[in-house]
């Protein structure tokens, strides 16, 4: 994993949730200038309540996290801008379902992320299998693992994709989560 600087600290690095938000706000902001995809009206703010696991624990207590969200003006549809936060509905921070999954899940790594974000070896197995199942065949990354050469060891998710994200100007978990984030919608 040469030049990738991933420690466990970052599972509650509140500096690293405090980007996140900033960069979901950007990208808020994108969305909400294009208008409502449907039909181009108006987009007002209807932001709504997350209780996301895993992330520092000031943030739980100092304010709620919400979702960025928008309702059309004109036609009253929802329309919910990506998120480098929150992986579509998954009730732990995108990045917590990478960082969880980056190393062997021996009996020792079982303990310490027991201990980091209270999950049992079930759901860090449920996680794995979802980075090299439910990942790799959706229709979404059969068309953007295109761009990577030589292709990526599916077997190694999401150590594999990570990797190919140093070497960009920002931290390569949140190039990665940038990356991620069409996914974080279904509106996008
Ligand atoms: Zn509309």
Redo the contacts with the bound molecule.
């Keep these: 994993m040469g030049g990738l600087v991933v420690c466990d600290e970052l599972f509650a690095d509140a500096r690293l949730y405090d980007y996140l938000l900033a960069i979901d706000r950007d990208l808020a902001r994108c969305a909400r200038r294009a208008g ?1 995809p ?2 181009g ?1 108006r987009l007002d703010s209807a932001t709504y309540p997350r209780k996301p696991r895993g992330g520092p624990a000031r943030a739980l207590k100092a304010q709620q996290p919400r979702r960025l969200s928008f309702c ?1 003006a ?2 009253h ?1 929802r329309m919910t801008p990506p998120s480098v936060r929150f992986l579509g509905r998954r009730v732990y921070y995108g990045a917590v379902l990478v960082l969880a999954c980056l190393k062997a899940l021996t009996g020792e790594r079982v303990i310490e992320l027991k201990a980091l974000l209270g999950v049992d070896r079930r759901t860090l197995r449920r996680w794995r299998q979802w980075w090299r199942e439910e990942f790799v065949h959706s229709a979404w990354w059969r068309v953007e693992k295109a761009r990577f050469s030589p292709a990526l060891d599916h077997d190694r998710l999401p150590g594999s994709l990570l990797e190919r994200f140093t070497g960009a100007l920002e931290p390569p978990l949140v190039a990665l989560l940038k990356f991620l984030s069409p996914r974080s919608t279904r509106s996008a």
Excluded: P, T, V
Aim: with cysteine; net charge positive.
């Design positions: 409502c449907r039909c009206g059309c004109r036609c549809k």
